[in-house]
């Protein structure tokens, strides 16, 4: 669930109050003091699972090194109030920034001491070339990280679409792939699909094989 603000409570917000008990949900915001972040996630009822991420995809926006200071020490901040709450403070990145050719180092981002899981929005880019890659490749480098820093990890958007030249059951064996490759990691947290039909027109919603293969 990506909020824009805090609400005051978690009730306050129509999607969130619908999430049946026991259920788990990862919430993300972008403004709010570390106090009314608290006083939000304290007010979830208590048997759901909860995930919680200040500003989820901070790349494009802290692009300097002042601002990726300041992002980073916003968690000195931000990961107390979320524990304190008994969620988890859960850094959001983009898997294109574990790449080389990204420019980009992923650690600019990441405060040590102030994060419990790492996540990663990560879309399987082979698609626009026309095929796909094996699940270990994709998730190699999520998987690196995490043993880097020795944090639980999760995907917090995974997609991929259909691309020109393969076949609907192909996405299909892909996905379940993915889905057992992860599950079966000893730090692996979850996963969700981005199931939309993205700006661009790419399409990556699930169709019936997919979404049946999305849960082995």
């Keep these: 669930m990506f909020l824009g603000g805090t609400p005051s409570a978690w009730s306050r ?19 709010g ?13 208590k ?6 991420t200040y500003f989820h995809e ?3 926006n802290f692009t300097t ?37 990204s420019g980009r180092h992923w650690h600019d981002w990441y405060s040590k001491g102030d994060v419990d899981v790492l996540a990663f929005d990560a879309y399987n880019t082979r ?9 270990s ?3 190699a480098p999520i998987i690196a990280a995490s043993a880097e820093t020795g944090l639980p990890w999760a995907l917090t958007e995974l997609a991929s679409d259909i691309p020109r030249g393969t076949r609907s059951t192909d996405r299909a064996a892909w996905t379940h792939g993915v889905a057992v490759a992860a599950a079966a990691q000893p730090r692996f947290q979850f996963a969700t699909w981005w199931d939309v039909l993205s700006n661009s027109g790419r399409d990556y919603r699930l169709d019936s094989a997919a979404a049946l293969a999305w849960h082995p």
């Design 65 to 101: 090194a002042a601002k990726k200071a300041a992002y980073r020490a916003s968690w000195h901040a931000y990961g107390p109030a979320i524990r304190k709450t008994g969620c988890k403070p859960t850094l959001i990145l983009m898997k294109w920034s574990l790449n080389a050719n």
């Design 58 to 60: 901070p790349e494009d």
């Design 47 to 52: 048997t759901l699972k909860c995930f919680a």
């Design 137 to 139: 490749q994709y998730l």
């Design 33 to 45: 003091t570390p106090a009314q972040v608290t006083k939000f996630l304290s007010s979830r009822p």
């Design 127 to 135: 698609a626009k070339v026309g095929g796909y890659g094996t699940p």
């Design 13 to 31: 917000n129509a999607v969130l109050a619908t999430i049946p008990a026991g259920g788990t949900v990862a919430v993300s915001f972008r403004s």
